[in-house]
């Protein structure tokens, strides 16, 4: 009975999965409207999934909290922090909170916009201390193309009017050979999400709840 369910449990999830392509790809109204409903499901499920996520998030970190485990501090600052920015965006919606602009804004672009632009900047001495790690280590011909790369990258990426042949070149670099890179790996992603998932379905993996 048991192996039966998971069997209809995978034929309904394939063919759930298949009606979504072909709405996607045929112009089919009826087809259309059905797959814009199971993708609607789709995101509902998420959001609860995230809303999850975060209550399970917020209840390991105040049990660290509570517990005096290490690393409490770090903890008491992102459950602070998430609580605080949850009120903030429910006050907001709820029209409690009418100021332009809006605090969640300030806080993003004030708080979080600096954070990553603070590692972004520490970027740079990552990719500079990886260049002369692999040149250290051994010399090789990827080993050169990346420090060029990295060296022509930041060169293009000076203001200086010295440096306009650079810039087109890093201008090169990031529209044609970073950019199919990119496409790939998301491809990559896609292709093996789905093969993951129907290895799954089919029995051929244990999935992590399992």
């Known amino acids: 009975m048991q192996r039966l369910l998971a069997v209809l449990a995978t034929a309904i999830a394939i063919g ?4 979504s392509l072909f709405g996607l790809a045929l112009d089919s109204p009826l087809i259309t409207d059905t797959t814009n409903l199971f ?4 995101t509902i499920t998420v959001a609860v999934t995230i809303l999850i996520g975060i209550y399970n998030l917020l209840t390991v970190h105040l049990g ?3 517990g005096r ?3 409490w501090f770090y903890s008491l600052i992102l459950v602070v922090s998430a609580l605080t920015v949850i009120v903030l965006t429910v006050l907001e919606r709820a029209g409690v909170l009418t100021g332009e602009p809006a605090i969640t804004v300030i806080l993003l672009e004030q708080v979080q916009v600096a954070v990553e632009s603070a590692f972004a900047g520490l970027l740079l001495f990552s990719l500079v201390y990886g260049a002369y790690r692999t040149l250290r280590k051994r010399v090789s011909g990827w080993g050169l193309l990346f420090v ?3 060296l022509v990258i930041l060169a293009g990426a000076l203001p ?3 440096f306009d042949l650079f810039a087109a070149a890093r201008d090169w670099l990031m529209a044609v050979p970073v950019s199919a890179g990119a496409r790939g790996i998301l491809l990559g992603i896609a292709l093996a999400t789905v093969v993951t998932g129907v290895r799954v379905l089919i029995g051929q993996d244990r999935s992590y709840r399992e």
């Open 16 to 19: 759930f999965g298949l009606f």
């Open 69 to 71: 485990r290490s690393g």
């Open 160 to 162: 200086l009017a010295q």
């Open 148 to 150: 060029v790369a990295l």
């Open 39 to 42: 993708l609607q499901l789709v």
């Open 64 to 66: 660290r909290v509570r």
